[in-house]
Each structure stands twice: as C-alpha cells, then as structure tokens.
C-alpha cells in the first residue's frame, strides 16, 4: 500500500516475555504484507510474510497475524533473546502496482 | 551472502559533487530498487526497474537519477549533492515481475557528504 504506519517505534522488553510491532495500511487492495529485520550495520532481511488470503502465519518463535477488515497486521515474537534486538520493518505491497512500501521501522530492545 | 552487490561500500565526498553508485542483483533477478536510509530513519523508496524499464517512482529527488542496463546492473547517480544526502543506500532485488515475494538486500553503499 501507499502508506504503512508502523507503532512503535522503539520497544524494550525483558528476555523472555513477548514482543508485538503493529503496522496498518491505507490500500484496501495490499495483498503482500512481509516483515524485515536489520540487525545494526546489517542488511535487511525478510524473516516472515504473509499473503492476503492467510489470517496468521507462524515460524517457531515468531507469527504474523493479518486483519484484512481493519487493515492492519501484526508481528508477534515471543520468549525474546538478546538476538531479537534489531529494527524490524513491515511493508505493504500490492500486485499490478511496484511500489514496496516500508513502515517507519520498530527498534526492539530485549534486556538480559 | 544476498548475492546481491553493491559498490562501492563507503564514500566521502563534498558538497555539489555527482557521484555513482552501482548495483548488481542476484544470478536471475529482473527487478531492481533503490532506497535511501538516513541515519536511525527508515527505509525511503525511491525507484523501481524492472528488466530495464523504470516501474515506479517513490521519492526520488530530481537531482537523483537512475538506470538499468541490458545486463541488468543498476546505477543510482546522485548529483549536486548536499549534506542531507548523506546515507545508507540499498539496492535490493527480487525475482518477480510484480512485488508480491521476498527483497534480496545488498549491503550498502554509505554516503557522506562534507
């Protein structure tokens, strides 16, 4: 989509508990939605996705949950490490348009 | 290791200087894009190619110019440059023609301008 707002921007958790990045997006027709995680100094890196017609999607410690009616989607990690710390990115993206569109970006800090 | 190659890594440069920045995709991949990420900020779109044609434009700046060659390389030229141009910029590729799959990163081409 267009526009990909991305809440919040920085989030600090305990190791162990879980953490949440919540993004929403303006184009009703968004029918990709993937998640990035750049690690300081690195690259980005896609770590999860989920297509429109999938309500959740979920890989080991971390899912992905979609509500195509309040357009908005969700990356949930759970039982953090230290090595979670990173800025993860959502985007939004839709078929017949070329435009990947990244959120403003979540810096996620897990305390040991 | 991406496969994605992106030179040169690090460049310093002053005010008012062109310089070029290049871009080679993974083994196959058609599509080529470009962002810009300023320090502790996001990742800012600025175009699209897609074997050799230009597909979409984000906020690309009019002193900011870019190609895909019959090879597939990209090149990003930034011209008449200013401080607020200094960043981290990223080619990244894909193997599909539209954008519904994973972007391949490289790392980096970091820009300073003094």
């Known amino acids: 989509g267009e526009n990909v707002e991305q809440h919040p921007s920085t989030l600090s958790v305990q190791e162990g508990d879980s953490a949440v990045i919540k993004c929403t997006y303006s184009?009703?027709?968004?029918?990709?939605f993937p998640w990035y995680k750049q690690e300081l100094g690195k690259r980005p890196q896609l770590i999860i996705d989920i297509r429109s017609n999938v309500g959740e999607k979920k890989d080991q410690r971390i899912a992905v949950t979609l509500n195509k009616t309040a357009k908005h989607f969700s990356l949930h990690i759970t039982e953090t490490q230290p090595e979670d710390s990173a800025v993860y990115f959502c985007?939004?993206?839709?078929?017949?348009?070329?435009?990947?569109?990244f959120g403003t970006g979540t810096r996620l800090k897990v305390l040991a | 290791d991406s496969g994605v190659t992106q030179t040169p890594k690090h460049l310093i440069t002053a005010t008012g200087q062109r310089v070029t920045l290049r871009c080679s995709p993974r083994?196959?991949?058609?599509?080529v894009y470009w962002y810009q990420q300023s320090l502790d900020q996001g990742l800012q779109f600025l175009i699209q190619y897609y074997n050799g044609e230009e597909r979409a434009k984000g906020n690309i700046l009019e002193r900011f110019s870019a190609q895909q060659f019959p090879d597939l390389h990209s090149e990003l030229n930034l011209s008449s440059l200013e401080l607020g141009d200094s960043a981290l910029y990223f080619c990244a590729s894909s193997s599909k023609a539209t954008i519904t799959g994973e972007l391949f990163f490289g790392e980096g081409s970091r820009l300073t301008v003094l």
């Open positions: 985007a939004a993206t839709t078929s017949g348009t070329y435009k990947y569109i």
């Open positions: 184009d009703s027709a968004s029918n990709y």
């Open positions: 083994s196959g991949d058609l599509s």
